[in-house]
Each structure stands twice: as structure tokens, then as C-alpha cells.
């Protein structure tokens, strides 16, 4: 499955996803926990940027391996490791909450993304 997905700074510059269909609490679209500091990465100096991410490999792919599925009392979702990001080694790891779960239907072992400009 492929989507596209803008995210976004608000005025307190914290990240958040923009996913229309989602009918939770917008706290729950918010990146944190390693999240915005890769969208810190991909946006520059920007407040915006749009991702293609899917669960299958997609061309010019950057890779997010889950290591941790957590349990719900712990946030659900997962800890995902990014090896590497535009070629540089970062052994940086992220938290992607529940909400990953809603729009993959499943908690990806891989997540791969790219930029869409």
C-alpha cells in the first residue's frame, strides 16, 4: 500500500500529520518521540513537507525497520530504527504511534518514504 502524507508545523513548531479521515484526537497526529526530528531533516528550514511512504518498496526509498511492536498501554505502534537517510548513517530511531496502525491496517515491519515535491 502507498500514501501520501503532508505533515505539518503548527505555531508551538511541533509536527503534526495530516490525515483527514482520521476520527481520534489530534494529539494522536502529532511527531514526536524521534519522529519530528526526521521531518526536521526532510523539510530543512521549511514547516511542511509531503511523504510517499508505503509497505512495500517504492523507487529512491529511504528505510525504516520496525524493532519494537509497543503494547497499547505503552502508546501502541512501534519503534522504528532509519539506518541510513540520504546516504548518511544515522542509527536514528523513532516512535510511529497507533495512527500507523490506521493507515497501513497493520504495523508495517518496513515503512519506506520519500519526499514528494
Known amino acids: 500500500m502507498e500514501r501520501a502524507i503532508?505533515?505539518?508545523?503548527?505555531?508551538?513548531?511541533?509536527?503534526?500529520a495530516d490525515i483527514p479521515e482520521w476520527g481520534g484526537d489530534i494529539a494522536d497526529l502529532q511527531m514526536?518521540?524521534?519522529?519530528?526530528?526526521?521531518?526536521n531533516w526532510i523539510a530543512v528550514?521549511?514547516?511542511e513537507c509531503?511523504?510517499?511512504m508505503a509497505d512495500a518498496p517504492i523507487e529512491d526509498a529511504e528505510i525504516l525497520d520496525l524493532v519494537y511492536a509497543r503494547e497499547e498501554?505503552?502508546?501502541g505502534g512501534g519503534d522504528y530504527m532509519l539506518e541510513k537517510f540520504r546516504g548518511e548513517f544515522?542509527?536514528?530511531?523513532?516512535?510511529?504511534c497507533h495512527v500507523t496502525e490506521f493507515v497501513f491496517k497493520q504495523l508495517p515491519e518496513r515503512i519506506y518514504f520519500r519526499e514528494i515535491k
Open 50 to 52: 509531503k511523504l510517499l
Open 45 to 47: 528550514a521549511g514547516d
Open 32 to 39: 514526536v518521540e524521534g519522529a519530528d526530528e526526521l521531518l
Open 90 to 96: 544515522k542509527n536514528h530511531k523513532l516512535w510511529l
Open 73 to 75: 498501554n505503552l502508546g
Open 6 to 16: 503532508r505533515f505539518y508545523k503548527n505555531a508551538k513548531h511541533e509536527w503534526y
